[in-house]
């Protein structure tokens, strides 16, 4: 990894994120592609997709600190804008079009985690007469991904706030 100022390289094979773990910082792709994992490494390993510029990444662990809910890996060598918490008031003034990728980003995980709760849903009710602590496994993996009102799991920092019936 080469970082020259606020763009880094991340040569082909490079681990960028790794789910699970937390940062505040969000990538902005400048070139290059990187690979979107769960379970990566694992024999659980599913690839969520392959994105390039100008797409964003890293953006929970910014906006929630929240740990990372996918692995990053570069596909080939990437150069991305590294965003930190402290300048990403800056970032959203200086680059409008920007919040526009990051919010396209997040729908689009948020697509693809319900594709993959919907997988889960099916394999759970399939083998709901099989092995108790196989289909208890299941029931967690779903409620890890689970989307709830507030963004949080009951018991996060904004659970209080019941954001379906707030009125505009």
Do not use: W
């Not at 740990?67 to 008031?89: H, K, M, Q």
């Amino acid at each position: 990894m080469a970082d020259n100022g606020k763009i880094i390289k991340f040569p082909r094979d490079c681990m960028i994120l790794r789910e699970g773990e937390k940062s505040t910082d969000m990538y902005k792709i400048i070139k290059g592609h990187a690979e979107l994992y769960t379970g990566y490494g694992t024999e659980n390993e599913v690839l969520l997709g392959l994105i390039g510029a100008p797409a964003c990444f890293g953006e929970f662990g910014l906006l929630l600190h929240q740990p990372s809910i996918y692995t990053v890996v570069a596909f080939d060598n990437v150069y991305a804008l590294r965003i930190s918490e402290g300048e990403i008031g800056d970032f959203v003034q200086e680059n409008h079009r920007n919040i526009i990728d990051i919010m396209k980003n997040m729908a689009n995980m948020m697509l693809v985690m319900q594709r993959q709760i919907d997988i889960l849903a099916k394999e759970i009710k399939k083998g709901s007469t099989g092995d108790v602590d196989v289909i208890r496994q299941a029931k967690r993996n779903l409620r890890s991904y689970a989307v709830y009102g507030s963004g949080f799991p009951p018991g996060g920092p904004y659970n209080k706030i019941n954001v379906m019936n707030y009125k505009v």
